[in-house]
DNA sequence: CAAAATTAAATTGTGCGCAACTAAAAACGC
DNA sequence: GCGTTTTTAGTTGCGCACAATTTAATTTTG
């Protein structure tokens, strides 16, 4: 291992790193949306599911984990999940029966009506930010995550 | 249920949700540490708890837990894990039995000396972001995390 | 066409997070 | 002092995340 120069002082402290904030922060947020979530009956990441099939519904899993950077080990369950609560529907594709459709079913977009009260349940806690400050943010950590997913820049 | 003003058009599109940046920032931020803490045989709570404990030996889980926003739910069993591999010892305070006492051991000490590798494995992914922009959007995440958790500001 | 390679989803196993609950010890109130 | 309340950890149960592996279907190649 090649020496190299030493970490400025306190450089390890929690309180200055940039992913216990990040860590610290998705919780909250997680934690925030909890309550309108439940009222739906449904988990942070499921709402997450819906937020993509509500925009475009009868997606492979591929493309549903492509969308939230999720693989099938996560999915798989996940989607089970919402099938057992009648929210969507689980089909092989008969033109290619690796791929599994999931589709909306009635109840599940009968549940996007309840999509603006969950967004404004967490929009007005956060009513006394800038919402160009958010947009900013949101901008900034979308770069984050690009870079820190090894993006050629 | 009050009536209330539309959402802007595509305000609940994936890609426009602060929360879903937020998640998966924090995912791919986790994901960054994993070479570098793999080679210490630590996952990336534990090494929070790590970077706490290297700064204040000696915490009762309750004060591990205030700093990291957790609770014994989750530090029982990831702290028996440290106990397991040598790194932190856990012991009643005879003064009051309720209090557990994390310590390090001396495995635990040493450790630390590797934490700069772990630190720099990262930082040098984020080398073409400006230092100053970092520390910005860390305080920024700071007081997104304070607004969320109820802060009467 | 048959073997090999690729692709898509599911499965397995581990470790969080967190809500809800329990157990035990200490502090408090009268 | 003694019953009540509070404090601190631990336990239980569920749902992610994700690495690693497996299974099965399709595509590619020789």
Same mark, same amino acid.
């Given at each position: ?72 080990? %996560? &999915? +798989?369950?996940?989607?089970? $999940? /919402?099938? @057992? ?5 689980? !089909? ?10 999931? %589709? &909306? +079913?009635?109840?599940?977009? $009968? /549940?996007? @009506? ?5 967004? !404004? ?33």
């Amino acid at each position: 291992m090649a020496k190299r120069s030493e970490l400025p002082e306190g450089a390890l402290r929690l309180d200055r790193q940039l992913c216990f904030a990040l860590y610290a922060a998705t919780r909250a947020m997680t934690q925030a949306y909890h309550p309108a979530l439940d009222a739906l009956g449904l988990t942070y990441p499921q709402y997450l599911v819906l937020l993509v099939l509500w925009e475009e519904d009868d997606l492979m899993v591929k493309e549903l984990g492509a969308q939230l950077m999720l693989d099938s080990g %996560t &999915l +798989t369950p996940l989607l089970k $999940r /919402l099938e @057992a609560a009648g929210i969507v529907s689980r !089909r092989r594709d008969p033109d290619d029966e690796r791929r599994l459709r999931v %589709t &909306l +079913t009635a109840h599940g977009r $009968r /549940l996007r @009506a309840k999509a603006p009260s969950v967004y !404004r349940c967490v929009a007005e806690r956060l009513a006394d930010q800038s919402p160009r400050e958010l947009a900013k943010l949101r901008e900034q950590l979308v770069a984050l995550t690009q870079t820190l997913k090894g993006d050629p820049s």
